[in-house]
């Protein structure tokens, strides 16, 4: 499939004027005709900036964002993106030349540029669809540590949303998009932005934040969420209208997924990918119970390397890349997920799997942890994060040496069990619900340490 054919951003500002862009909570709508305007009026405010500049494009709702950005593609600028605001404008502010947002009260390291939807636009002749080869910049979160710089282009981000359409398409009509999701981050951008203006299906006007949101919708929606949001639903609420739940960006559990499916009765799509690669497979699951099994894309193939596996996908510039994860394959397409491979430390002369030292202090003791190599007086040692809101039973205090000696004997190496223990209410997560492992990290700067 060329670029060529799988580009349809030209067609963003065009179909049926009257068809809806964007739903209000009111019933409310803003038409493909308005849209189109707003995005005149944001190429206006980028008017002085020369071609190729970097904008960083700053909206947390899709329907504002999804304006902004076609703006800066339309007037043959570079969009940067950032999951999450504040501290990233800061920290990458030599990304960036300006900044393109709808909110005056803002500021920025870099100049901001004001589209004010009240003004009169610069005529829409003036405005030029991108090229297949537009490049377009993000960053993501930083969650393990440094922000990454990714660059995409129109013509990936089109295939992509292709391969997006032809998986999820069908649950998407007579809906409406309501994100829970960073439309800086790409998961949002996929799903919550390039999906909705590529299919025609308008998205809702604001951010969804509270799950009460989503009761106020006089159509189906489709929701676009994670972990995270669904493991704080209150299943006691009115029962909303949702058509359709894709949910990634976390690990999903067993309590995110029963309290989804007993608030809403609906499946939950899940899609397994990274900034980097994009959308790698998909799965299902059903009637709260989790699927374990992951499908791969058509367009995908995976290949088994000494290194360890290597996807080939038309989302990647470069044709393919060596996944960050280990895989158990029952055939072509299907796999499930053995863990990271970056998450084997050395200690001593014996490679020690983080992964199965969690599996195995779960089983024994009953204690949602997370393991991390940690250094104590020059030595590497494991440290233990327990999670008060998983381990219940825990709360408050950490096994000592003979608990985690009885328990663990026999089942774990003695270099493995955890020596140093930290606890936490909840994992620290980031926008995205993607634990902040350095902030786990810092726990153990600190001189009070309980010793297993």
Known sequence: MS??????????????????????????????????????????????????????????????????????????????????????????????????????????????????????????????????ERPLVLFTSGSSGTPKRIEKTVGLMSREAVITQRLFGRHLEGAVIAATVDPRHLYGLTFAVWMAMTTGTPVADARTVYQEQLLEFDRPVALV???????????????????????????????????????????????????????????????????????????????????????????????????????????????????????????????????????VVKEALGLEIRALSVKQAGRTVIGAVVCERTSPGWRGRCPNRIETTAALAGRLDPLARPRLWRHVADWPTDAQGKVVVPMLAELFEHKETTHG
């Open 225 to 359: 969420t994670t972990p995270t949001f669904m493991r704080m639903l209150d299943t006691a609420l009115e029962r909303p209208r949702i058509a359709f739940c894709l949910t990634a960006a976390g690990v999903l559990d067993d309590e995110a997924l029963s309290r989804m499916h007993a608030w809403t009765g609906v499946a939950v799509h899940e899609i397994y990918g990274s900034t980097e690669t994009g959308v790698v497979a998909s799965r299902r699951h059903d009637a709260g119970r989790m699927n374990p099994a992951w499908t791969l894309i058509d367009e995908g193939g995976l290949e088994e390397t000494e290194q360890g596996w290597r996807l080939a996908s038309p989302l990647l510039p470069q044709g393919s890349i060596l996944l960050d994860d280990r895989l158990e394959m029952s055939s072509d397409k299907v796999f499930r997920l053995l863990g990271r491979r970056d998450r084997i430390v050395k200690i001593g002369e014996i490679r020690l799997s983080l992964i199965e030292i969690e599996r």
């Open 3 to 132: 670029e060529a054919e799988c580009s349809p951003v030209a067609g963003w500002l065009e179909g049926r004027p009257e068809a809806p862009a964007a739903v209000h909570a009111d019933g409310a709508v803003t038409t493909r005709a308005e849209l189109a305007r707003r995005v005149s009026v944001a190429a206006a405010a980028l008017a002085d900036m020369p071609a190729g500049s970097r904008i960083a494009v700053d909206a947390d709702a899709a329907h504002n964002f999804a304006v902004l950005l076609s703006a800066v593609l339309w007037r043959d600028c570079v969009p940067v993106l950032f999951a999450g605001r504040g501290a990233m404008h800061e920290t990458l502010a030599d990304e960036y030349d300006a900044v393109l947002t709808t909110e005056s009260h803002r500021s920025f390291p870099k100049p901001a540029l004001v589209a004010d939807f009240a003004e009169n636009p610069c005529p829409a002749s003036e405005l030029r669809a991108p090229e297949a």
